[in-house]
T-cell receptor, first 114, second 114 residues
Framework: QQQVKQSPQSLIVQKGGISIINCAYENTAFDYFPWYQQFPGKGPALLIAIRPDVSEKKEGRFTISFNKSAKQFSLHIMDSQPGDSATYFCAASKDGGATNKLIFGTGTLLAVQP | GAGVSQTPSNKVTEKGKYVELRCDPISGHTALYWYRQSLGQGPEFLIYFQGTGAADDSGLPNDRFFAVRPEGSVSTLKIQRTERGDSAVYLC????????????FGNGTRLTVT
């Protein structure tokens, strides 16, 4: 049972465009939703995270939108740059458990064309 | 400052052999996690330590897998009687505590079982 579903599997965006990656979850006990960025040969790096008490969080060019009723959250990358080309993973963890005991999505390979 | 260090970066072993994978967390981080990432997938939780004790080992796939953290710093993931299906990147991560502080990943050990 896949508890966090991520789409699309891959994405091509022109430089300066907006990249949008979506995730849906099933377990209403989840209360921490981070996004990770991973470059080839490297470990994932935390990009931005949100908790369900807010609907949006912005850090620089990266924004998380969160829809609790729909059990969905998304990552928006504004003014996408070639250096943003990487694999992005959404994740979730449960209240009452270890915050960093994460369930990851399957990843989105983003390519930003110059 | 130094990040999470994992050694070796690559390990090739024959089916049936025993392997040990080492993780040096960020100094002062009390929580340490092991994840496994198969090709084209998101990381999967294996086990986490708070200090010296394994707080949650529910992700270990079977009793061939074992991990220790005897002094609350360095951790070793041990795999007995390796199988080809164990081939993956094994990621270690640490966080300052288990209270929601960010998770920092190492670059992983790529294990190949032939």
């Amino acid at each position: 049972q896949q508890q966090v579903k991520q789409s699309p599997q891959s994405l091509i965006v022109q430089k300066g465009g907006i990249s949008i990656i979506n995730c849906a979850y099933e377990n209403t006990a989840f209360d921490y939703f981070p996004w990770y960025q991973q470059f080839p040969g490297k470990g994932p790096a935390l990009l931005i995270a949100i908790r369900p008490d807010v609907s949006e969080k912005k850090e620089g060019r990266f924004t998380i939108s969160f829809n609790k009723s729909a059990k969905q959250f998304s990552l928006h990358i504004m003014d996408s740059q070639p250096g943003d080309s990487a694999t992005y993973f959404c994740a979730a963890s449960k209240d009452g458990g270890a915050t960093n005991k994460l369930i990851f999505g399957t990843g989105t390979l983003l390519a930003v064309q110059p | 400052g130094a990040g999470v260090s994992q050694t070796p970066s690559n390990k090739v072993t024959e089916k049936g052999k025993y392997v040990e994978l080492r993780c040096d967390p960020i100094s002062g981080h009390t929580a340490l996690y092991w994840y496994r990432q198969s090709l084209g997938q998101g990381p999967e939780f294996l086990i986490y330590f708070q200090g010296t004790g394994a707080a949650d080992d529910s992700g270990l796939p079977n009793d061939r897998f074992f991990a220790v953290r005897p002094e609350g710093s360095v951790s070793t993931l041990k795999i007995q009687r390796t199988e080809r299906g164990d081939s993956a990147v094994y990621l270690c991560a640490s966080s300052l505590n288990e209270g929601g502080s960010p998770l920092h990943f190492g670059n992983g050990t790529r294990l190949t079982v032939t």
